[in-house]
């Protein structure tokens, strides 16, 4: 090691040590020091390991924790990025505070999670052992573009990589005949949920990528993904190697399905966490793990934080559920519809850099599905909390329920006054964090990340 690298690493460790002391976090400055002291330095921390690259627009956390835990449980030496910064600051900074300078003689996995546009900033010095994409979804419209841009930026950064195997959905019509040297494995579904074929009119990638033409589809499970065929070109979905064969029952707790002709129970519920269960373990399998450690792991997997996490605030079960948008929102929104008791409802919405600035997306989101529910008080709050107020009187939900509420005690006060005992959180990415930390500092969460 070079001294650039040595002084990179030591000052960086030292960066980590303090923020994690000073202010409970600090995920991402201790990379930039890295970065400022040695702009080559993830070629250093990261060459002993077997790297498991996850991105994508939705389920890039909870994958990552499914896919960290499987190769926890079968013993493997392993280390993630499980607080969710996935920007490259944040990936350094996890392998610097993971790196020794003694050697280990056995093998050494990171599941790393990465934000799309940083796949090729990644790549550039890195070949993964495995990248896998989750699915393309329009998301921070005024960063990204549409999804034809963010599938770009990924394909840019996995051009890099010819050695690296891809694991992709291959319900996602924008992942299928990607002409990539890769050795490509694909998972879906084969199975439908409500026989739906009719593609809804705010779905993302509704025409061909080679001709233009309106997809058809054998099935829908949500938004875009599905059994999808092109009739006029003849584009359709490639074949899979990891299925999810049967859902057998969804509650609001979990989901019983056949993947692979193995019977998993998967301890997240929503259709959504069947995706990420399928890929992760589609992962698994090509990392060599075997079916028994793959569905143990499954079946007691944890939340990873702000994602369907469960507090205890005075009594309520309080479920933070993250949203960002309309795809995920409409599948969190069907989740929550699985629960047939009285049920509190918060709803959260911020327009910070990191959830997007441009709100309007919330009129793409079915929150007129809501309105069947069994729901007592509505809490609104967030830096936008009047546009989502608009929205949900629009969607036909009851004035008379609405609690506004202005800053976090006053939502603190209304979640703790609650007649019924279940509150569902729903959260932009920002309104999560920051009510996460208020919590935090009232003694609510003992761990912040």
Not at 155 to 161: C, E, M
Not at 421 to 447: C, D, E, P, W
Request: charged fraction near 20%; glycine fraction near 6%; charge should be positive.
């Amino acid at each position: 090691m070079n001294i650039k690298s040595f002084l990179s690493v030591v000052v960086s460790k030292i960066v980590i040590k303090l923020s994690k002391t000073l202010f409970k976090g600090g995920s991402n400055f201790p990379g930039r020091v890295a970065l400022k002291l040695d702009k080559d330095i993830l070629k250093t921390v990261c060459k002993d390991y077997k790297v498991i690259l996850i991105t994508g627009t939705n389920g890039k956390t909870t994958t990552t924790s499914m896919i960290y835990n499987m190769l926890k449980e079968s013993e493997k030496c392993v280390i993630t990025n499980n607080t969710g910064a996935n920007m490259l600051p944040g990936i350094v900074s996890c392998f610097v505070e993971h790196f020794s300078f003694s050697k280990c003689s056995s093998t050494k996995y990171a599941v790393i999670e990465c934000d799309e546009a940083n796949v090729q900033l990644f790549t550039q010095y890195v070949t993964p052992e495995v990248i896998t994409v989750t699915n393309l979804f329009r998301d921070q419209l005024d960063r990204y573009g549409e999804v034809y841009t963010t599938l770009k930026k990924i394909l840019d950064g996995i051009a890099k990589v010819p050695l690296a195997n891809l694991v992709l959905n291959g319900d996602e019509s924008l992942l299928g005949a990607l002409e990539l040297p890769n050795r490509t494995i694909y998972y879906g579904f084969n199975c439908s949920l409500d026989n739906n074929k009719v593609v809804d009119i705010n779905a993302d990638a509704k025409f061909c990528k080679k001709c233009k033409s309106p997809y058809k589809y054998n099935y829908l499970t949500y938004n875009h993904l599905g059994d999808f065929y092109c009739e006029t070109c003849g584009y359709k979905r490639p074949d899979l190697d990891y299925t999810v064969d049967q859902i057998k029952e969804q509650t609001p707790e979990g989901s019983f399905v056949i993947i692979n002709g193995n019977e998993c129970y998967i301890n997240q519920p929503g259709t959504y966490n069947i995706y990420n269960a399928l890929c992760a373990y589609s992962v698994a399998r090509v990392c060599g793990i075997d079916n028994g450690t793959i569905v143990n792991s499954l079946k007691n997997i944890q939340s990873s934080f702000g994602r369907q996490e469960i507090l205890n605030i005075e009594g309520k079960e309080v479920k933070i559920i993250l949203v960002k948008n309309p795809a995920g929102y409409d599948q969190a929104i069907n989740t929550i519809t699985l629960d047939k008791k009285v049920l509190n409802l918060a709803v959260l919405l911020n327009d910070n850099y990191a959830d997007g600035r441009d709100v309007s997306w919330i009129w793409d989101v079915k929150f007129e599905n809501l309105a069947s529910l069994n729901i007592d008080k509505i809490m609104i709050s967030g830096i936008r909390l009047y546009d989502m107020a608009t929205r949900l009187k629009i969607a036909g939900l009851p004035t008379e329920k609405f609690a506004v509420c202005e800053n976090y005690i006053k939502l603190l006060d209304e979640i703790v006054t609650c007649k019924h005992n279940t509150v569902y959180v729903l959260a932009t990415y920002t309104a999560m964090i920051n009510f996460r930390k208020f919590l935090n500092s009232r003694g609510y969460i003992k761990k912040l990340w």
